[in-house]
């Protein structure tokens, strides 16, 4: 490993990108691929700076102010934001250094303020997620004090940042140096390198390495356990563990058939040219992906084509009949897929990963995802598995699970338990893809890899425990009167309510944080550009969206009754994966907004339940 000035831990002074100000700052790392350190100044911002960039802070020299009143490039004024100023608008500002004043502070360019490489630097802070790509900028006009002009390249997309740091492009490859000579007249074209989007992660999720060791054995044993478990005649805990079937009965040549179809299927209606093209959030290079947001219609061609096969005599309660081997076949499609996102991600460049799944660790980035948009062409996989097989399977299966009740209890319409799980969990899927532009600024869709942890949730986690509710009912029949019908239909109405209202708040801030109907809701300016909500519903808890979620877990889940633990489990698991996306969330944005987080956490002091948590 060669040797790198500056070490981890060390207190240096770095410059703030488009000025010339220091501020002291602490190491964090080193690249060793890019050759960039990674610094956090005090209010808690996250760079990348070169060496050249970063001076010890026991021989920084401070330049004298100078009683002339000529502006040289030393002395102008920088609009670019830093750590100890609070606007929030920031804005980088062009440095030419003029000969004659070069010449003039000769003695000065030993200074750590003034040597500074002619650059053009026309990157905008991100601003709420309302980024638009680089506008091309007109040339330089000559000045008559102008030794050496910069010229601006023609922006690439997949050029753009959206990280502050001091980098240039390379040109084939190479790094090259570019000095402002006072001697020199001629021109020299700088470039702008894309940031290393993915160094090796430092900090894991779910335990890290040994986590995703046991995440991976542990989440397909569940959902065998939840199978098995919720078939038995008495399922209750005292019964662990099921007994397991032999080998053969996980198998089934027609199940495997089955998943195929359903899957391309949802396949072709999400390539059809119907609906809505969404840009989704600028990546880390500036570029913004589009996505076929055309889910409303994928749901009501598939409940059509799933009403004229029960029309034409098809038994759907096969589903209810072959559970496991349905569910055994989708896992097999769930490792196959995962296997070729992680044999994909390791020929793609450093930018298109997921900060998360570079740890160095085959387990840990098999299991996070490696790739954070992977697609084949316009087909981006992460979101079609997230909207489509799993989550409009959901439903298919729910209602193969009312038509199995009416069967084997032999009644004539679905009890008033299952009709409650069926309309409600349908209500939760259906608004998802009615707005299933919002899921483009979820967590998942901006931050997270597609792997193993994605594709196994999004195809087997979801359509197989989701609906363990109407699995359970199938048989363990739970009667309700009117009345508890009613308190639970009230319970739900106002668990949708708060979810669907807090989330159109997020996503219509995010996308246009300047829109005059926005304008009554109180912000928190940071130090990155962006603002943090604290009125509305957010200003009630941090996550109000998962607080309705909450409430409408618990809605979908009491038409269960009381009679055993198992048909709990979902709101069990819900709490605690909410729990643990808080913290993660707590964790990033303290990372990323610095003071600014701390501020507030004080204003809206409760997480998820007002007074509670």
Not at 512 to 521: C, H, Q
Request: charged share 25%; with cysteine; hydrophobic share 40%.
């Amino acid at each position: 490993m060669p040797a790198t000035k500056f070490q981890k831990g060390d207190q240096v002074m770095g410059r703030w990108p488009g000025s010339n100000l220091y501020y002291e700052v602490k190491v964090l790392g080193y690249d060793l691929d890019s050759g960039y350190y990674t610094v956090i100044y005090k209010d808690g911002t996250e760079l990348e700076l070169r060496e050249q960039d970063m001076k010890n802070a026991t021989t920084f020299q401070l330049r004298p102010r100078s009683r002339s009143r000529s502006r040289s490039p030393g002395r102008r004024r920088s609009r670019s934001r830093s750590p100890a100023r609070t606007t929030r608008r920031s804005s980088s500002r062009t440095v030419t250094e003029s000969a004659p004043q070069l010449r003039k502070d000769k003695k000065l360019n030993d200074s750590v303020e003034v040597k500074l490489t002619p650059l053009l630097v026309t990157k905008k802070v991100e601003n709420n997620s309302n980024n638009k790509h680089e506008k091309k900028e007109e040339k330089q006009t000559e000045e008559n004090n102008t030794a050496s002009k910069v010229k601006e390249p023609e922006p690439e997309a997949e050029k753009n940042q959206s990280r502050y740091n001091l980098r240039r492009r390379r040109d084939d490859g190479d790094a090259k140096s570019v000095e402002a000579k006072p001697e020199q007249s001629e021109e020299k074209e700088v470039k702008l390198a894309p940031a290393s989007a993915a160094p090796v992660s430092s900090s894991l999720d779910f335990g890290g390495k040994l986590g995703a060791y046991f995440f991976l054995l542990f989440l397909p044993a569940w959902v065998l356990f939840v199978v098995l478990q919720g078939n038995l005649v008495d399922p209750s805990l005292v019964n662990f563990p099921p007994p397991l079937p032999p080998l053969e009965a996980f198998w089934d040549a027609q199940a495997l058939g089955f998943v195929v179809l359903w899957i391309l299927f949802q396949a072709l209606l999400y390539v059809l040219p119907v609906g809505k093209l969404s840009e989704g959030m600028p990546l880390k290079s500036g570029e913004r992906l589009k996505y076929r947001t055309n889910g409303f219609f994928a749901i009501v061609v598939s409940a059509a084509a799933v009403a004229a096969a029960v029309h034409q005599g098809v038994d759907l309660t096969y589903i209810h009949s072959n559970f496991l081997q349905l569910a055994s076949a989708t896992f097999l499609i769930s490792v196959v897929l995962s296997v070729y996102l992680y044999i994909r991600s390791r020929g793609t460049p450093a930018d298109q990963r997921a900060l998360g799944g570079n740890s160095g660790s085959l387990a840990y980035d098999f299991f996070k995802g490696r790739e954070l948009n992977p697609r084949i062409k316009n087909f981006d996989l992460k979101f079609f598995c997230e909207m489509r097989p799993g989550l409009i399977g959901w439903c298919l299966i729910n209602f193969a699970m009312a038509l199995a009740e009416m069967k084997l209890q032999g009644l004539d319409m679905p009890s008033y338990a299952m009709i409650l799980v069926n309309v409600f969990q349908l209500l939760y899927v259906v608004d998802g893809l009615w707005n299933e532009e919002a899921i483009l600024t979820t967590m998942d869709l901006m931050h997270d890899g597609f792997g193993f942890m994605l594709a196994f949730g999004d195809l087997v986690w979801v359509p197989f425990t989701y609906t363990l509710q109407a699995y359970y009912l199938v048989s363990h029949p739970n009667i309700l009167s009117l009345p508890a019908v009613a308190s639970i239909v009230l319970l739900k109405l106002v668990g949708f309510y708060i979810f669907r209202k807090s989330n159109s708040e997020k996503n219509s801030f995010r996308r246009n944080p300047s829109d005059p109907k926005l304008a009554y809701l109180k912000t928190i300016p940071t130090a990155t550009g962006k603002s943090l909500l604290v009125s509305g519903w957010w200003g009630v808890v941090r996550h109000p969206n998962y607080l309705g979620d909450l409430i409408m877990a618990l809605a979908w889940t009491l038409p269960c009754g009381f009679g055993h633990l198992l048909p709990w489990y979902y709101m069990i698991y819900f709490i605690i994966l909410l729990v643990h996306r808080d913290s993660r969330d707590m964790k990033e944005c303290r990372r990323k907004y610095g003071s600014a987080w701390d501020e507030y956490c004080r204003t809206v002091r409760y997480r998820i339940i007002p007074r509670v948590y």
